[in-house]
Structures are given as structure tokens and as C-alpha cells.
């Protein structure tokens, strides 16, 4: 999303869908509040979240442990970090933790109640997080892609409904330690020798494969 427009023209970039969506979720009088990453809020975001990636049958990799969250909050800091909240009714229906620098936001995790599911909650936050960012001064606002390549993934349908913009996703790998490193991926080697078992040859890092 270009958070360098007007607060009218990003309006305009959302889908008529989530249009109404937010709509409703303000009208019946869904909250939106940017909270402390104190350990109570990351301790009600995590449970969110868990159950979120258990839902959808998450990969493993975004299972983190469960010190990841307030580790990021602490090492990053509240000038990097910012975690939001959307309640219907007093309940917690969705969380996400922002991470943000360099005039970029991004929505990196989030976790959502399914009994929530039609309030509108998930767009209004979304939305909302995005307005925080602008205010904030950031100019663009990541919101990341789907689950999948599908065209069908329902997250990415999601999210690109916020915005026409789409941009290229970068990844890079390094090994910190090639000692560690080869020892793991040999352990890992020997073991499917001996199981029949063969993964990803391709697979980066090699030990997990």
C-alpha cells in the first residue's frame, strides 16, 4: 500500500468488498488500539496466533518459540515494533505485530478468533494499521503475500484487497556457522541413508530438508 497518498486515495485502492467489510465493523462498533508489547498483550497475541497457524495447517517454520515474540519487541524496540488489537464486544477477535523502519511498515504476524470471522474485524485492522503506519510517517505499507503461488490462496485474496500495488519478494540464506553446519546436514544425510527416507535435495538448510 502507497502511504504517501491522501488518506482519500488509499480509500479508494480497497476492494468494494472490504470496503464494506470496514464499514461494518465500524458501525458496529468494532475497536481498534494499539497496545503495549508488555507481556499480558504478547501473551493474548501468541495465543491468537498459535491457534491460527494450527487452523491453517501452518509449516512448521512459522511455529516460532514462544520467547520470539517479546524477543523481537525487545531487541527491536518500540520505535521498530508495535502490536494492535481489534476487540468486538470487549474481545480480543484479531492481533498483529507490526515491525517497521527505513519508511516501510510491514504486517508481519497476525492471529485471528474464528468466531469473529464475519465482524469485518481482520479488514478494519488491516486498515486501520495501515492509517497508524501513514500517520506515523511511513510510506508503504507490506503486507506480505499468501500461503501459496495459487491465485486462489485465500490470504493473498486477502490481502491484495487493500491495494492494486504488488512488489517482488527477496529472500537470502546464510550459514553462521559452517562447522555446525555440515555436521547437522551429514547427521541428516546418514539418517535418510539408513530410513529409505530422501528429502529435497534442493532444500536450504540442508538438515531440515
Not at 470471522?117 to 481482520?122: C, I, K, R
Not at 490481502?159 to 519478494?169: I, M
Request: proline share 2%; glycine share 8%.
Amino acid at each position: 500500500m502507497d502511504l504517501g497518498t491522501e488518506e482519500a486515495e488509499i480509500w479508494r485502492s480497497v476492494r468494494k468488498g472490504h470496503k464494506s467489510s470496514i464499514t461494518k465493523a465500524r458501525r458496529e462498533n468494532v475497536k481498534i488500539e494499539h497496545v503495549a508489547g508488555n507481556e499480558e498483550n504478547l501473551d493474548a497475541f501468541k495465543t491468537l496466533y498459535y491457534e491460527t497457524m494450527a487452523r491453517r495447517q501452518a509449516a512448521e517454520r512459522w511455529l516460532f518459540p514462544q520467547s520470539y515474540f517479546a524477543n523481537c519487541i525487545e531487541v527491536l524496540g518500540d520505535a521498530r515494533t508495535s502490536l494492535h488489537f481489534a476487540r468486538v464486544g470487549g474481545e480480543l477477535a484479531v492481533a498483529t505485530i507490526l515491525m517497521h523502519d527505513f519508511g516501510t511498515a510491514y504486517y508481519h504476524f497476525a492471529g485471528s478468533d474464528p468466531r469473529f470471522n464475519g465482524s469485518g474485524a481482520s479488514n478494519l485492522l488491516v486498515y486501520e494499521a495501515a492509517l497508524w503506519a501513514k500517520r506515523s510517517g511511513y510510506r508503504n505499507f507490506y503486507l506480505g503475500g499468501g500461503v501459496s503461488a495459487s491465485p486462489e490462496d485465500s490470504l493473498f485474496i486477502f490481502k491484495s484487497g487493500f491495494s492494486g500495488l504488488r512488489a517482488k519478494l527477496y529472500t537470502y540464506v546464510r550459514v553462521l556457522h559452517e562447522p555446525t553446519y555440515r555436521k547437522l546436514s551429514a547427521m541428516k544425510l546418514e539418517y535418510e541413508q539408513k530410513t529409505g527416507w530422501q528429502g529435497n535435495a534442493a532444500y536450504f538448510p540442508q538438515y531440515r530438508r
